[in-house]
């Protein structure tokens, strides 16, 4: 997957649209991506015991890496991400600016 945890990404389509944020975690069997403040949802807690009051929490909810793209480091544009061997090496390359992307 070109989309690692601890990328800025900008969410491209979906509710979400237009929003950045770190992405969390990676889910790379389904292909999703939960990223940092985006794509939120509601879960609804039943009170467990007696006396104690339910609650709404939000949290990130997974999204399909295809809706999202890479924040370049150096140009700052949502950008593709390409690969270059350098140095007997394979790094993550920017499509707008060719410059590596590392971590």
Excluded: W, Y
């Excluded at 790379?28 to 007696?50: K, M």
């Amino acid at each position: 997957m070109k989309i690692r945890k601890g990328d800025m990404v900008k969410i491209v389509t979906g509710s979400a649209r237009g929003k950045t944020g770190t992405v969390i975690r990676v889910l790379s069997g389904s292909d999703r991506i939960v990223v940092d403040g985006a794509n939120l949802r509601t879960r609804h807690r039943r009170p467990r015991r007696g006396g104690e009051k339910g609650q709404t929490t939000q949290f990130a909810a997974p999204l399909h890496v295809s809706n999202a793209m890479l924040l370049c480091p150096k140009c700052g544009k949502p950008t593709r991400v390409g690969f270059k061997n350098l140095a007997d090496e394979k790094v993550r390359v920017c499509r707008l600016c060719n410059e590596p992307i590392v971590k």
